[in-house]
């Protein structure tokens, strides 16, 4: 019930972010300075009209895809990664002059999982981070969670036994207590063995004297 109604929603929640930080490190921007919104880039998904804001998007993480215009595998051109303008708008183009040699974007590109950016507080890992930041601190989280499960479970397997054997005790059989009735039980018939041995002894001896 606690991973249904606590750990699963907050781990769902943590990888909607996740794919909504990979959206937003991605994002084209205008190049023109004329302030228009961020637009998807290399990842986008079905209702995308331009980059999230930093709040959840529920189920994103089951929504997100790689762009299909810089695809090839979707008959997209790679180059687009380089030259920018992925959404077709001439503003967002980075490579202006068409120079195949131009790296910036693609640098850029490398570096944008390290970028820090905001996140919504509702996964559970802070307000602020980069991509690779949020997704190792779900790893961790999630990894604490299971220890923290591991301890518990040998802690209440702990308890079971101790409550098992002592409703054993109360209740039912001790092997130790009974062996140990039993060894008492064995050394009084061997004293009582003895008693009789002698008292039959003094009475055979009383009988001779009278026939004497």
């Known amino acids: 019930m606690q991973i249904r109604d606590d750990i699963a929603p907050l781990l769902q929640n943590q990888l909607d972010e996740v794919a909504r930080g990979l959206v937003v490190a991605f994002a ?7 302030g228009g919104p961020d637009l998807p880039g290399l990842f986008t998904y079905a209702t995308a009209t331009q980059a999230p804001a ?17 695809d090839p595998g979707q008959g997209g051109d790679a180059s687009r990664l380089r030259d920018g ?3 077709g708008n001439p503003a967002y183009v980075y490579n202006t002059t068409g120079a195949p040699g131009y790296a910036n974007r693609l640098i850029e590109l490398v570096n944008a999982t390290s970028k820090t950016q ?4 509702a996964a559970g890992l802070g307000a602020s981070a980069s991509v690779d930041m949020l997704a190792a601190g779900s790893n961790g989280w999630i990894a604490a969670r299971r220890q923290q499960t591991e ?3 040998t802690y ?8 098992t054997q002592a409703l054993s ?11 140990s009735q039993m060894l008492a039980l064995e050394n009084s018939y061997q004293a009582s063995a003895k008693l009789l041995e002698a008292v039959n002894s003094m009475f055979n001896a009383l009988f001779a004297a009278l026939h004497a």
């Open 54 to 70: 930093a709040t959840l998007l529920p189920g994103l993480a089951g929504q997100i895809a790689l762009n299909a215009i810089v």
């Open 85 to 87: 303008g992925i959404s």
């Open 156 to 163: 209440y397997g702990a308890i079971v036994s101790q409550t």
């Open 118 to 121: 905001s996140f919504d507080p």
């Open 151 to 153: 301890s518990s479970t």
């Open 169 to 179: 005790n109360a209740t039912g059989v001790n092997l130790d207590d009974q062996m």
């Open 28 to 34: 084209e921007r205008d190049q023109t300075g004329a």
